[in-house]
């Protein structure tokens, strides 16, 4: 096991160049399974997660290579192999498993999702959208079971605006026969991206990126190759920590579109933001004024930068509160910002950051992905050394995270743990 360590209250400097998103990726893997010929899928993010879909899409007997953010997928010899436990519970987006292996072989059975603790996250909506297509769908010890004799379409309003719910339901609905339609659907560009490959891959799906998505069911699904977008949330991340402690930072390869909730939010704290064709450019900026956010569906402000953007806020002069609408219990990080310093109250849903304050660095502890985020760039901005373990969280969501800080002039490493803090933080 490992620590990162972060020398904080130095600035930085560059350019640093976004790699692919996450939350398409894990869901552009699974579409693989529904092909019968191999797809390529450029650009991909090297985490943990991208790592532990290629290990499941193996177990179930697919020919997968992953080299230099290429991952290449002969779905061919895939068989509907039982996935009820190991890797399936450590990630989220193993749900994707149950709607690309019900579209293609009409039954699956896969453990319950694991991923980050952030309140409740039930995946109800995906089951409605399963039995609304004809699946007969059981939950027995801890393993969703689903079996349909056929997928049929069908007309589905989610009660939830859901990015996992409705990528799932394009994902066993896109070999269906007939029409289906998903109302109320979520409108994340992520989404857009899994249709732009399902649709390489031959499906017929019109209105992604809309809440009405209307898919033709085809009966068959071949090989394509396709290229991922851009990871807003690290490209979010990023632009952060260059307005918490840059002196002018180029964020490459990023489509300012995506970011135009945070770009505003920035501007309203005097950060200068100038926006290109792909990149974002964060300059220098001096005292900052306070926000409030509210986390949204797209396109409000995302609720996975809610945790790094409170740690900015502990810079900025006055009172800003934080309110999570779409977590209920996204705020884990806040003890540990307030071991650095900070000062902030946990109201119900919302978190009032007062600040300025000087951040002093610290032992914390990430209990999740955007939480380990946050750290980093609390520990980028305080006064001496801060040590950060639960890095498990950050590697499943941050490629090469110390190569991109240090690139940018952190001082920052990795070093082993020793078996005395490895117990002292399993009994925490
Ligand atoms: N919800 C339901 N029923 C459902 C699905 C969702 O009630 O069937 C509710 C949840 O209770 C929660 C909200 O809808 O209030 C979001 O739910 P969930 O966590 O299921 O969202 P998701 O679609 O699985 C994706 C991202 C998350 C991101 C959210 C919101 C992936 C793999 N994950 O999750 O990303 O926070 O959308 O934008 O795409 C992250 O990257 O750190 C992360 C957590």
Same mark, same amino acid.
């Given at each position: 096991?490992?620590?990162?360590?972060?020398?904080?209250?130095?600035?930085?400097?560059?350019?640093?160049?976004?790699?692919?998103?996450?939350?398409?990726?894990?869901?552009?893997?699974?579409?693989?399974?529904?092909?019968?010929?191999?797809?390529?899928?450029?650009?991909?993010?090297?985490?943990?997660?991208?790592?532990?879909?290629?290990?499941?899409?193996?177990?179930?007997?697919?020919?997968?290579?992953?080299?230099?953010?290429?991952?290449?997928?002969?779905?061919?010899?895939?068989?509907?192999?039982?996935?009820?436990?190991?890797?399936?519970?450590?990630?989220?987006?193993?749900?994707?498993?149950?709607?690309?292996?019900?579209?293609?072989?009409?039954?699956?059975?896969?453990?319950?999702?694991?991923?980050?603790?952030?309140?409740?996250?039930?995946?109800?909506?995906?089951?409605?959208?399963?039995?609304?297509?004809?699946?007969?769908?059981?939950?027995?010890?801890?393993?969703?079971?689903?079996?349909?004799?056929?997928?049929?379409?069908?007309?589905?309003?989610?009660?939830?605006?859901?990015?996992?719910?409705?990528?799932?339901?394009?994902?066993?609905?896109?070999?269906?026969?007939?029409?289906?339609?998903?109302?109320?659907?979520?409108?994340?560009?992520?989404?857009?991206?899994?249709?732009?490959? %399902?649709?390489? @891959?031959? *499906?017929? !799906? &019109?209105?992604? =990126?809309?809440?009405? $998505?209307?898919?033709?069911? #085809?009966?068959?699904?071949?090989?394509?190759?396709?290229?991922?977008?851009?990871?807003?949330?690290?490209?979010?991340?990023?632009?952060?920590?260059?307005?918490?402690?840059?002196?002018?930072?180029?964020?490459?390869?990023?489509?300012?579109?995506?970011?135009?909730?945070?770009?505003?939010?920035?501007?309203?704290?005097?950060?200068?933001?100038?926006?290109?064709?792909?990149?974002?450019?964060?300059?220098?900026?001096?005292?900052?004024?306070?926000?409030?956010?509210?986390?949204?569906?797209?396109?409000?402000?995302?609720?996975?930068?809610?945790?790094?953007?409170?740690?900015?806020?502990?810079?900025?002069?006055?009172?800003?509160?934080?309110?999570?609408?779409?977590?209920?219990?996204?705020?884990?990080?806040?003890?540990? %910002?307030?071991? @650095?310093? *900070?000062? !902030? &109250?946990?109201? =119900?849903?919302?978190? $009032?950051?007062?600040?300025? #304050?000087?951040?002093?660095?610290?032992?914390?502890?990430?209990?999740?992905?955007?939480?380990?985020?946050?750290?980093?760039?609390?520990?980028?901005?305080?006064?001496?050394?801060?040590?950060?373990?639960?890095?498990?969280?950050?590697?499943?969501?941050?490629?090469?995270?110390?190569?991109?800080?240090?690139?940018?002039?952190?001082?920052?490493?990795?070093?082993?743990?020793?078996?005395?803090?490895?117990?002292?933080?399993?009994?925490?």
């Amino acid at each position: 096991m490992e620590k990162l360590k972060i020398a904080g209250g130095y600035p930085l400097k560059g350019s640093v160049k976004i790699s692919g998103a996450k939350n398409s990726a894990v869901a552009l893997i699974p579409a693989t399974i529904l092909a019968d010929s191999p797809v390529t899928i450029d650009g991909l993010p090297d985490i943990s997660d991208v790592h532990m879909l290629q290990d499941l899409l193996e177990e179930i007997g697919g020919t997968v290579s992953f080299e230099e953010g290429t991952m290449e997928v002969d779905p061919s010899k895939m068989i509907s192999m039982p996935l009820p436990s190991g890797k399936v519970k450590k990630l989220r987006a193993s749900y994707y498993l149950m709607g690309a292996m019900l579209g293609r072989f009409k039954k699956a059975v896969i453990g319950l999702p694991g991923g980050c603790h952030l309140g409740p996250r039930p995946i109800d909506q995906h089951i409605k959208g399963f039995e609304a297509l004809g699946a007969e769908v059981t939950n027995e010890q801890g393993a969703i079971y689903l079996r349909a004799d056929e997928l049929r379409g069908a007309r589905i309003y989610l009660d939830v605006v859901s990015v996992g719910a409705t990528i799932n339901i394009m994902l066993a609905a896109v070999r269906a026969t007939g029409k289906t339609i998903i109302e109320n659907a979520a409108k994340e560009p992520e989404i857009i991206d899994v249709a732009t490959l %399902l649709t390489n @891959m031959g *499906a017929k !799906i &019109k209105g992604a =990126g809309t809440d009405v $998505i209307r898919i033709e069911g #085809v009966d068959a699904l071949h090989g394509c190759r396709h290229t991922i977008i851009p990871d807003r949330i690290e490209a979010g991340t990023y632009m952060i920590m260059a307005a918490a402690v840059g002196e002018g930072i180029l964020i490459d390869n990023v489509i300012p579109l995506h970011l135009e909730s945070l770009i505003a939010k920035l501007r309203e704290m005097g950060v200068p933001v100038e926006p290109g064709d792909d990149q974002i450019f964060i300059g220098k900026s001096d005292a900052l004024k306070t926000v409030d956010i509210k986390t949204l569906v797209y396109p409000g402000f995302p609720t996975d930068l809610q945790q790094p953007f409170t740690s900015l806020l502990t810079r900025a002069e006055g009172s800003g509160v934080v309110t999570d609408t779409i977590y209920s219990a996204r705020f884990k990080h806040i003890d540990e %910002l307030r071991r @650095m310093n *900070a000062n !902030i &109250k946990v109201e =119900g849903r919302s978190a $009032i950051v007062a600040g300025p #304050v000087q951040l002093q660095g610290a032992k914390v502890k990430a209990s999740d992905l955007r939480a380990g985020a946050a750290l980093v760039i609390a520990g980028l901005m305080a006064e001496g050394v801060t040590e950060i373990t639960g890095l498990e969280h950050i590697d499943r969501g941050y490629s090469d995270l110390e190569q991109k800080l240090f690139g940018l002039g952190a001082t920052i490493w990795r070093e082993k743990m020793t078996t005395e803090e490895i117990e002292q933080l399993e009994n925490s």
